[in-house]
T-cell receptor, first 113, second 110 residues
Framework: DAGVIQSPRHEVTEMGQEVTLRCKPI?????LFWYRQTMMRGLELLIY????????DSGMPEDRFSAKMPNASFSTLKIQPSEPRDSAVYFCASSPTTGLEAFFGQGTRLTVV | RKEVEQDPGPFNVPEGATVAFNCTYSNSASQSFFWYRQDCRKEPKLLMS???SGNEDGRFTAQLNRASQYISLLIRDSKLSDSATYLC???????????FGTGTRLKVLA
């Protein structure tokens, strides 16, 4: 298996623009997580899905952030409009079932200028 | 109190030294525990799971103390390649959530 695949690897955008991050989880994994990592706050869980259904989005910072999982093999995290404080590394991770380890993608490094 | 707390370090140790990190968690009902390793500008990767009876993998030993609600990671005979950030992870009981500590930085010096 290729592991969790994220795209793009790097994104530089201007403030106010829409940003869409993409994730393909490991085949057969039924839990998917979106995390954001900054130096100041570490790894923060934004939202997670189980069997394509959003279970907990309490970590989503505000209404500018939205996430979807239309099927078992694809998820998106969208920021609209983006702001400089959204600059961070965004990781997607998947897990085969509850309680087992999560596998991370390589992350998307987002810079909003 | 944070759900998962770690000393950020850095821990600077010479090659060959033994070093230990602790991590405390707040929810006594937590059931799953892990140590992840993250290299600079890379994604976190699973180092080892932490079992109730403790477990060992080569130079690495993980232990769980439920009474005091902490887990530990011991690294023996440190190598330069062990330099990284070590993240403590706790599963939030009754959910599918994994809560990460902010990590402990380790630098092994030649």
């Amino acid at each position: 298996d290729a592991g969790v695949i994220q795209s793009p690897r790097h994104e530089v955008t201007e403030m106010g623009q829409e940003v869409t991050l993409r994730c393909k989880p490991i085949s057969g994994h039924n839990s998917l997580f979106w995390y954001r990592q900054t130096m100041m706050r570490g790894l923060e869980l934004l939202i997670y899905f189980n069997n394509n259904v959003p279970i907990d989005d309490s970590g989503m910072p505000e209404d500018r952030f939205s996430a979807k999982m239309p099927n078992a093999s694809f998820s998106t995290l969208k920021i609209q409009p983006s702001e400089p404080r959204d600059s961070a590394v965004y990781f997607c991770a998947s897990s085969p079932t509850t309680g087992l380890e999560a596998f991370f993608g390589q992350g998307t490094r987002l810079t909003v200028v | 109190r944070k759900e998962v707390e770690q000393d950020p370090g850095p821990f600077n140790v010479p090659e060959g030294a033994t070093v230990a990190f602790n991590c405390t968690y707040s929810n006594s009902a937590s059931q799953s525990f892990f140590w992840y390793r993250q290299d600079c500008r890379k994604e976190p990767k699973l180092l080892m799971s932490v079992y109730s009876s403790g477990n060992e993998d080569g130079r690495f030993t993980a232990q769980l103390n439920r009474a005091s609600q902490y887990i530990s990671l011991l690294i023996r005979d440190s190598k330069l390649s062990d330099s990284a950030t070590y993240l403590c992870v706790v599963n939030s009981p009754g959910t599918y959530k994994y809560i990460f500590g902010t990590g402990t930085r380790l630098k092994v010096l030649a």
